[in-house]
């Protein structure tokens, strides 16, 4: 089933940077309060890098702890240590924000950090597609709310996005449209929250060679030089040994097919769970 398929020319900035930006300032500036509600900001509108998320999360933890909100500072804590439970806690949470880190990273043991990988063909012939799988740890497939790919030629600067519905392991296709002469993809799986947040990413380069006819070069065949032999003007054109230029081009065409079962036909819809902040 087809989700969405995107081509351009670079990504996007996430919707969330700008309140990022905003909320690092604050922090910087030991604007806590000012801060809290920025990192909340970002976080919401989404579209964030894996460590920026796991950023939101220890600091929104922090500030909420420095504050007394322990229910609110353990629920960031959380999410946190889902992506990452070695996150070292910044002193700006006071005193009691490792105590309370701990907790949540004990309430989260039990599953784990989430964990994702993807596989993919080290090469592939140019114009065709290809499949990469990408694979969720159960444990964590119920808060993914859905996989992104994005396969990117570094050599032209093309790019395309794809997002399919979260399972387990989740076949992926990458259209034949970049797979170019001379391509030299890079895929990332993203693991995406509700906010299309990456909660976690994994990579594998795949190249594509110059697999097309190699171009037949001109040759020139030069009159004689042996004067014995140089009888043409007795002779008529076709029969005489000028110049003669033999040339043979030959293309190879790339079909274009554009297919994303879901990227993966085989896709099933997970529920998903969001961590709340609040």
């Known amino acids: ?25 604050a922090w910087d500036r030991g604007s806590l309060d000012t801060a809290e509600p920025l990192y909340r900001e970002a976080l919401e509108k989404g579209g964030l890098a894996p460590d920026e998320v796991l950023e939101g999360y220890v600091r929104l933890g922090s500030i ?10 353990v629920a960031a804590f959380r999410a946190a240590s889902i992506l990452d439970p070695k996150f070292a806690v910044p002193s700006e949470a006071g005193s009691k924000g490792p105590a ?4 949540a990273r ?19 012939p140019s114009g065709k597609s290809f499949k990469v799988t990408a694979q969720i ?3 964590h497939a119920r808060i993914v709310a859905k996989v992104g790919l994005v396969a990117r030629d570094g050599t032209s600067g093309k790019e395309i996005t794809v997002e399919a519905k979260t399972e387990p392991t989740v076949e992926l296709e990458i259209p034949a449209e970049i797979t ?8 990332r799986v993203d ?20 697999d097309r006819p190699a171009t037949a070069s001109a040759v020139v065949l030069g009159p004689s030089t042996n004067p014995a032999a140089d009888t043409s003007h007795k002779r008529g054109f076709w029969s005489s040994p000028w110049p003669y230029v033999i040339g043979g081009v030959a293309l190879a065409g790339a079909g274009a097919a554009l297919y ?17 902040t609040r």
């Open 1 to 25: 089933m087809l989700c969405a398929v995107g081509i351009s020319a670079h990504a996007a900035e996430g919707a969330g940077a700008t309140a990022l930006k905003l909320a690092r300032s």
């Open 64 to 73: 909420r702890a420095s504050m007394g909100k322990k229910d609110q500072a």
């Open 100 to 103: 309370l880190a701990n907790q």
């Open 106 to 124: 004990k309430d989260t043991a039990k599953i784990g950090a989430l964990r994702l990988t993807v596989t993919a063909p080290k090469e592939t």
């Open 137 to 139: 740890d159960d444990a």
């Open 180 to 187: 170019l002469p001379n391509a030299a993809l890079t895929i």
């Open 191 to 210: 693991a995406l929250d509700s906010h299309n947040n990456r909660l976690g990413s994994a990579e594998e380069r795949v190249h594509v060679p110059d």
């Open 260 to 276: 994303f079962g879901t990227r993966p036909a085989d896709q099933v819809s997970v529920g998903s769970v969001d961590v709340r």
